[in-house]
């Protein structure tokens, strides 16, 4: 079946301005995870949800993150007035069941740039 | 579990040569290290994982070993080949928590 796909792959904004980032994890799983990149670091973490609730957003921050996830499957993170710190890739995982033992499958993330 | 330091940043070997990676971690609670790779412009992807009942897994060419007492673990490739050329990042997680907390990544390059 298809991986874990986000879009948009690319998203330049200006300052200030509010961007929504989409990820659908793979079919069936129930556990979603938001990180972000930055240049030559590894994944920081974020948010993870069990189903359709925030089971962690220890990660997020500040309060101009925050994050969606309605039906239990596609989820949304929202970014309100931009800063240009906020440039990074953005990437989401997603796992059969919120088992620390069950492989995150990683989407190919969306660079996000702040100008 | 937010502390995990991995060497070297950088690693170049020639084809054929192994290579190891080197992760230490802080929290005692720690319990599992999955090791993933990231080819350039790529997602990343497991490549091996262990549990902290375990000192020991191999997968053909790639091997992670883990020492619980001195909070540390390593990423042995052997019979390296060009398309091993990657960043790989370490991470650890507690079955209490669910998110991993990653490494600052290790860029391999082989030399052909």
């Known amino acids: 079946g298809a991986g874990v796909s986000q879009t948009p792959s690319n998203k330049v904004t200006e300052k200030g301005k509010y961007v929504e980032l989409r990820c659908d994890p793979i079919?069936?799983?129930?556990?979603l995870y938001w990180y972000r990149q930055s240049l030559g670091q590894g994944p920081e973490f974020l948010i993870y949800?069990?189903?359709?609730?925030?089971?962690?957003d220890s990660g997020l921050p500040n309060d101009r993150f925050f994050a969606v996830r309605p039906e239990g499957s596609v989820s949304t993170l929202k970014i309100q007035r931009t800063e240009r710190g906020d440039s990074a890739v953005y990437l989401c995982?997603?796992?059969?069941?919120?088992?620390?033992?069950?492989?995150?499958?990683f989407g190919p993330g969306t660079r996000l740039t702040v100008l | 579990g937010e502390n995990v330091e991995q060497h070297p940043s950088t690693l170049s070997v020639q084809e054929g040569d192994s290579a190891v990676i080197k992760c230490t971690y802080s929290?005692?609670?720690?319990?599992?290290f999955p090791w993933y790779k990231q080819e350039l412009g790529k997602r990343p992807q497991l490549i091996i994982d262990?549990?902290?009942?375990?000192g020991e897994k191999k997968d053909q060419r790639i091997a992670v070993t883990l020492n619980k007492t001195a909070k540390h673990f390593s990423l042995h490739i052997t019979e390296t080949q060009p398309e091993d050329s990657a960043v790989y990042f370490c991470?650890?997680?507690?079955?209490?928590?669910?998110?991993?907390?990653f490494g600052t990544g290790t860029s391999l390059t082989v030399i052909p």
């Open positions: 995982a997603s796992s059969l069941t919120g088992t620390v033992y069950n492989e995150q499958f």
């Open positions: 079919s069936g799983h129930t556990a």
């Open positions: 949800f069990q189903g359709t609730g925030a089971a962690d």
């Open positions: 929290d005692s609670a720690s319990n599992y």
């Open positions: 262990i549990r902290s009942n375990v």
């Open positions: 991470a650890e997680s507690q079955n209490t928590g669910n998110q991993f907390y």
